[in-house]
């Protein structure tokens, strides 16, 4: 059995590793990072809805990828270099100086392209990694009172996204039993709409029950305290961030 650790510490660690990634600017540092966290996420990640974060969180990593070259395949700023293709040109406005539809495509142009939406996707993909090892139930209880309100924003914020996939799965699954068929997609949205209203309606019951926002003082049952691997993990993630900056 796996240790456990503070649920703060992969928050921290992947955070060092996005902060890393942006300063340094490096495409083979953001491969290298995400592979790693793949393998972190494959050893420890949670069960719950937030489980398959990374994995959605890396198709849609792609799709910004994907996005982001056919813009600057079409639309950018003109890049002097070795030309790979020309596109038809569409003249635009005097008011529009610089930047161009259509043209000669060259290699600067679409490789400039590709880094910018390789960096996006490295820290969209940390972040969904952070939420598949560390249940975001127990990152707000180790909020500081101070920002515990905050800390509840955030945490709902960050656990809409798994929850709608696990609703999709659901939901498809079970008209799928009952017709026999594939589901469309707008055969989906009522019944999504549905459960998303009716979770948050309890979510606001049960914030009310136990009194949330009454007082300034926050309850734990457990405290939860930082061990040696906790440390481990945080002094290794700043360091490997320094190291991509400098090396």
Not at 203 to 213: C, I, K
């Amino acid at each position: 059995m796996l240790k456990p650790f503070h649920p703060l510490t992969f928050w921290a660690l992947f955070t060092a590793l996005a902060v890393g990634v942006i300063a340094s600017g490096n495409a083979l540092c953001a491969i290298a990072v995400i592979g790693g966290s793949a393998f972190i996420v494959f050893r420890r990640r949670e069960e719950g809805p937030w489980r398959d974060s990374f994995k959605w969180s890396l198709i849609a990593g792609a799709l910004l990828i994907s996005i982001r070259a056919i813009t600057g395949i079409l639309i950018g700023v003109p890049r002097i270099g070795r030309t790979l293709f020309t596109l038809p040109r569409i003249t635009l406005p005097t008011w529009l100086p610089g930047i161009r539809v259509g043209g000669d495509v060259t290699w600067e142009r679409l490789s400039s392209s590709l880094h910018e939406g390789l960096m996006i996707a490295t820290v969209i993909a940390l972040f969904g990694a952070a939420n598949s090892v560390t249940s975001p139930h127990k990152l707000l209880r180790v909020m500081p009172s101070k920002v515990y309100q905050l800390a509840v924003t955030l945490t709902i914020a960050t656990s809409v996204f798994p929850q709608l996939i696990s609703s999709i799965h659901r939901i498809r699954q079970a008209q799928l039993l009952r017709s026999g068929k594939k589901p469309r997609i707008a055969t989906i949205a009522i019944p999504l709409l549905e459960e998303s209203l009716e979770r948050a309606v309890h979510l606001a019951e049960s914030m009310e029950a136990r009194g949330f926002g009454q007082s300034k003082r926050q309850s734990r049952y457990r405290p939860i305290h930082y061990s040696l691997n906790d440390l481990t993990v945080i002094t290794g993630g700043i360091s490997l961030a320094i190291a991509m900056v400098v090396l």
